[in-house]
């Protein structure tokens, strides 16, 4: 791993670990401390249309452990078609398990490991061919409420496992926007 990602994975822990009053978006009390309070859902939803066709659904479910901390699970699918390509029709699918800390009000620190099936050029047989690559993504984000539960997430992520050879997405960094309920 090259000195500066080191440098961002050290940065990012000292900063989760060396808050020691923080705020949470959902305040969990005694008394509302079942399961059903703890949980929120949202994801992200994309389209594009054109020359190029991008359909993207991606659910999300999480549960508060504390005021502060978060983590849940969420699938992914994506359905292309570039029409300035023959044969340039496909799918993507995968899962990842993520992790969130409130490090202030409506920002907060975000990790996520992601595993994702897809089409990848084999190098060695000279095709393509359904492959597995995964990604551990580290950032921070910024939540804009509505309501008394829900809100929009504004996320900034950096793949600690990105090769540009091998990995889903073209370039290290990635702008999520979603939405919670």
């Known amino acids: 791993m090259s000195l500066w ?50 359909i993207d659904v991606s659910p999300l479910v999480g549960v508060m452990i504390t005021d502060k901390l978060s983590t849940g699970l969420g699938a992914t699918f994506q359905y292309f ?19 969130r800390y409130n490090l202030l009000p ?16 084999s190098f060695v047989n000279e095709r393509f061919e359904r492959t597995w690559t995964e990604a551990f993504f580290v950032g ?3 939540f804009a409420p509505f309501g008394s539960r829900g809100g929009a997430n504004f996320t900034f992520l950096y793949n600690l496992k990105h090769d540009n050879r091998y990995s889903y997405y073209s370039e290290p960094y990635v702008i999520r926007v979603g939405f919670v309920l």
């Open 5 to 54: 990602k080191n440098s961002l994975l050290i940065l990012f822990f000292s900063i989760v670990l060396g808050m020691n009053h923080t705020y949470a978006q959902r305040e969990i009390y005694a008394d509302s401390v079942g399961l059903k309070d703890r949980l929120y859902f949202g994801g992200n939803f994309g389209f594009q249309f054109g020359l190029t066709t991008l």
């Open 81 to 99: 078609d570039d029409n300035r390509f023959q044969g340039s029709t496909g799918s993507s699918y995968g899962g990842r398990v993520f992790g």
């Open 106 to 121: 409506n920002i907060f620190a975000y990790t996520e490991l992601e595993s994702i099936n897809w089409n990848a050029y």
């Open 140 to 142: 921070a984000g910024y």
